[in-house]
């Protein structure tokens, strides 16, 4: 076992004894919900697709570029906020599973903007899309803390194996969604072609709540502390100063968000030119 669990095994030996039983269920379940999610995200694609869709609404290079700030501001931003939604639960489950759909209903408000193309004005669809596409990575974000903690806590041993499957799968089922927007993309017109693509984005998403409802957790026997908002927060500055690797981590992380503002502009410019 890894320290921390080998720790805990001392006090509670019948909860790691529970995990073990669960790992490979649990496992299993973890498969089915990356292997699927990966289609949406594809589809979903801050760098391809998203992009090549606001550009068909708006000339704006100011809004074709935030596409990216708003997918990693979304990611890692409202982390801080998720830790502190579970940090003094005793299960994670619950709030994996609320947070989940949240996803779920921002993925069916893109849908549902895409379907107004016509109905009324360009600006109106836009903003629409845009607030679903912020709300999408904004419960993305709240959701990892809560996800992550799970699988750390319910994968006892193997994890670098476990992540590496995990991200292989994943990567497998993105060139599987990659497939599906070339080939919906070239046969038909904008904006069917995109309603579509949007509409099976929705639906590929579903069977990653079909797993998360079947986590097996097993609660965790030591009750966490509870601190008020204002406390966690004011910890913050501390814990900053007190770990600069991770200080360092988190300016690398802003910094490369900068960075990527670049990438949806090649994306357009390559359709642009080549008319693919």
Known sequence: LPPDMAALANDHPEYVA????????????N????????IPLAILSEATVVPFFVSQLTSSALIIGLLPMLNWIGIHLPQLLGAYLVHAQQRRQPTIIKLGWLERLAILGIFLAALTIGLWSTAGT???????????????????????????KHILVGRGFFYGVQTLLYGMMGLVGAGIIRWQLDSAQFPQNFQVLFGIAVVTSLPGMVAIHNMREVVFPQPPDSKSLGQYLGEIPALLKENRPFLRMLLGLAALSLGKMNIPFVTVYAIQQFNR
């Open 126 to 152: 836009l903003w629409v899309f845009l607030l679903a596409y912020t709300a999408l990575w904004g419960f993305t974000g709240l959701f990892i803390p809560a996800y992550s903690d799970f699988y750390a």
């Open 18 to 29: 529970a995990l073990t039983k669960n790992r490979s269920w649990n496992y299993f379940i």
């Open 31 to 38: 498969i089915l919900d990356a292997g699927s999610y990966a």
